[in-house]
Structure formats: C-alpha cells, structure tokens
Antibody, heavy 126, light 107 residues
C-alpha cells in the first residue's frame, strides 16, 4: 500500500534551518511529483512547492522563494524539504503529499493529492 | 494568483442532515477543483477531484458539482465520522491555492 512517512517533530531557534524528510513506499517513487503543504495551528492549508523526483525539478511558492529547497534521494525513495532563516511564523505542521494527474486533455492535466504524509510539527522558538 | 473563497466558514448540522459547502473561484478554473476532508490531528484526505469525480474508497454520500466558477460539495446524509473541516483546492494553475476551510460541527 502507498505510504508517505515523515520525520519526527523538530524544535528550532529563530534563524536556524530545518530539513523534513518524506519516505515513500508502495509505489515507484519517481513516477509522481511530491508537493509540500503546511498548516499553522488552527489555520488553513498553505502550498509551499513541488518537486519531480525523477528529474529533481522544483517549483516554489513565491512566498518561500530563497528560503525553501526541495530535494530527493531516489536510492531510498525519500523527498526532503529544507526551510531556512526560520521565524516564529514558520511554526506549523508540514505535510508532504503525492501529486497525481487525474484527467489529461489538450496537454493539460488536472491534479490532486491522493496520499499524504502524517505531518511533521516544526516549532520555532527562542 | 487565483483566489478560492469557501462558504460558510463553519456550519452546525445533525446526523442525517443534507449539507452543502460552496467554493467560488476568482476566475475560471474549468473543473480543476478538488475537495479534501481533514480531521483534527490528521492529514487531509482527498474526497472529490475534477469537481465531481469521487476518489476511490470515498462513500457515495459525498458528491461534487460545478456551475461556472461556483463549486459545491454535498453530503447527502451526515454520518458521525463526517464532522471535520473541508477544503477546496484549485489545480488549474500554480500556485494550487486552497480555500480557507469549512468546519462542520455537530449541532
């Protein structure tokens, strides 16, 4: 069965960096993009970016440009999200999600996140 | 960026009720609209994709529809396990913005 298993909770000081991992199993890791979404306590879902595990290509939300880096290690089917220059507002649960094409027509595909990791709480506090 | 506006932000209902949640896109997104359910402390779960297609394993009491830039998630007969927060998301363009969420509570 498809699973995305994320690394454990982290506590970081302002200005530090955090690297969250997302280990995939039950499918071919390089076949589908991985997206990262975060959620501050009591708040909604915020998209951070995507990564193609096959090519390593990435795309980031403008808000996180220059602070986020998404990478992967295909030998262990694991995706990573590193966020730098942490501030208190970055305290949130970070999710990885498998991004699959659903319906394709005319070169465009609809997409959806069909499997999610369990989430990783990152707390930024001095 | 495309904006997604959900309404209501919260809703109280009883088991057995029919419930409707709406999501409006700020511009045309065709049918590139997903619905997710999230329970406290859990990751979101995909319910509906392409505005009206039911994800595998999701009960048939969930349905989705589209009228131009307005999208609706309907739960035909609420079950106790349906009390959760629901999010819409557009997949038409990057960034794939989520709505702000609708919290469905027990009356």
């Amino acid at each position: 069965q498809v699973q995305l298993v994320q690394s454990g909770a982290e506590v970081k000081k302002p200005g530090a960096s955090v690297k969250v991992s997302c280990k995939a199993s039950g499918y071919t890791f390089t076949s589908y993009d991985i997206n990262w979404v975060r959620q501050a306590t009591g708040q909604g879902l915020e998209w951070m970016g995507w990564m193609n595990p096959n090519s390593g290509n990435t795309g980031y939300a403008q808000k996180f440009q220059g602070r986020v880096t998404m990478t992967r290690d295909t030998s262990i089917s694991t995706a990573y999200m590193e966020l730098s220059s942490l501030r208190s507002e970055d305290t949130a649960v970070y999710y990885c999600a498998r991004d699959v094409p659903k319906y394709c027509s005319g070169g465009r595909c609809s997409r959806a996140y069909d499997y999610w990791g369990q989430g990783t709480l990152v707390t930024v506090s001095s | 960026d495309i904006q997604m506006t959900q309404s209501p932000s919260s809703l109280s209902a009883s088991v057995g009720d029919r419930v409707t949640i709406t999501c409006r896109a700020s511009q045309s997104i065709s049918s590139y609209l997903n619905w997710y359910q999230q329970k406290p402390g859990k990751a979101p779960k995909l319910l509906i994709y392409d505005a009206s297609s039911l994800q595998s394993g999701v009960p048939s009491r969930f349905s989705g529809s589209r009228s131009r830039t307005d999208f609706t998630l309907t739960i035909s007969s609420l079950q106790p396990e349906d009390f959760a927060t629901y999010y819409c998301q557009q997949s038409y363009s990057t960034p794939p913005v989520f709505g702000q969420g609708t919290r469905l509570e027990i009356k």
